[in-house]
């Protein structure tokens, strides 16, 4: 990915570090979200609107939540649409549904739209720091 390979140098920049340095620490040191990370971070926001219904009702009409008569672990998770391509794959309504579907039932029932920001970019956050160990 070309914006990533860009994103990765312009850090090393910044931090005045050598071009073959690992970039995995400065994203750590400096909190900034990886690129792929930045667009699953909007996707996720999206998401947390239709969740809590704070879309127009036509976008919200897209995405349906899955329903059921039981009390099971799965209460916060929408349908998925059945995808026959790739292009489609990429599409917010399988992407979206499927990063939702995805995350921590913590982070979905997140009062506050600042409180899930933060704590998905803390859960990336995380992951970077686990890769460093």
């Not at 489609?88 to 990063?99: E, F």
């Amino acid at each position: 990915n070309q914006i990533f390979k860009l994103q990765k140098r312009a850090i090393r920049i910044i931090c005045r570090r050598n071009y073959r340095e690992p970039s995995n620490l400065l994203f750590v040191k400096l909190q900034i979200l990886k690129f792929n990370d930045l667009v699953d971070y909007a996707i996720a926001q999206f998401m947390y609107k239709v969740h809590n219904y704070l879309l127009p009702r036509n976008v919200q009409s897209i995405l349906q939540k899955r329903e059921s008569c039981y009390n099971l672990k799965g209460s916060h998770m929408f349908k998925k649409i059945k995808v026959r391509t790739d292009l489609k794959n990429r599409c917010i309504s399988v992407k979206g549904v499927n990063l939702w579907n995805k995350l921590e039932v913590d982070l979905k029932t997140g009062k506050t739209m600042a409180k899930f920001k933060k704590m998905f970019k803390l859960n990336v956050l995380k992951r970077y720091e686990e890769i460093l160990v």
